[in-house]
């Protein structure tokens, strides 16, 4: 049966590459997903020219590239869910969304999917689906399983280098939390405090429940050592 998405609730949505292939083969591909997360996050007609990816260093940046605007008289984006948190991983994306309107999720997912999967199959020379199939979703409805999620859909990354971080099988913490500070395909470096994606994700909501970022950068790592994965395993979606 197909989610009935309300507004105002939150969802964790994930998919993944048909037969769990990767569909981000280069930073050029999360750099075009990145685009499309923001992009298409609208009511409005898309226009992929608007915006485009300008290389510039912050000091205390994650990433050389930011959003930046072509055109100053376009109109200002009619969000069409919020995006709390994501997280992209060489054969699956994971978000943290809050609709903002009926429908606002199908219509976000639909266009995202569908013109991801476009520009990697005209950069790629394929034909076919990108995606396994539909989407999964799952209302986050309880505040156990809440409190819990938006660390663990940042800890994902550490599936490429600590591949036992569900297990607790790391030896050097420090070392996994820089990990996860430097990753760029995730919204972890803006919630403690450097500009990565800043515009993709509406942080506002987490950071006030969680803490600041100093705090939300404490309690990841926390969480890290403690986690029950038994406590988020109807949410965790994997």
């Given amino acids: 049966m197909r989610e009935k998405f309300i507004t105002g609730q939150i969802y964790h949505i994930l998919n993944r590459g048909v037969d769990k292939r990767k569909i981000f083969l280069d930073d050029g591909d ?3 997903f990145i685009h499309d997360l923001f992009e298409f996050n609208n009511t409005e007609p898309v226009n992929n020219l608007t915006y485009y990816f300008r290389k510039i260093q912050y000091k205390d940046s994650a990433s050389p590239y930011i959003i930046t605007q072509e055109r100053k008289e376009r109109v200002k984006r009619k969000l069409l869910v919020e995006i709390l948190a994501f997280c992209l991983l060489p054969n699956h994306y994971h978000l943290l969304l809050q609709p903002l309107l009926d429908g606002g999720v199908v219509k976000f997912i639909t266009k995202l999917n569908m013109g991801y999967a ?25 505040e156990s399983h809440f409190i819990h999620l938006p660390y663990y859909i940042h800890l994902n990354a ?51 429940l969680f803490g600041e970022s100093e705090q939300y950068k404490k309690d990841t790592l926390e969480w890290l050592k403690e986690m029950d994965l038994e406590e988020i395993k109807a949410v965790a979606l994997e």
Avoid: H
Wanted: charged share 30%.
């Fill in 30 to 32: 999360y750099l075009r």
């Fill in 158 to 208: 550490l599936d490429l280098k600590f591949p036992g971080w569900r297990n607790k099988e790391i030896e050097n913490y420090k070392a996994a939390m820089r990990f996860l500070e430097n990753y760029r395909w995730s919204s972890f470096p803006d919630y403690i405090g450097i500009k990565n994606f800043p515009s993709i994700t509406q942080r506002e909501f987490l950071l006030k």
């Fill in 118 to 142: 476009k520009y990697f199959n005209e950069k790629y020379e394929r034909n076919g689906v990108l995606f396994q199939g539909r989407y999964k979703s799952i209302l986050v409805n309880k």
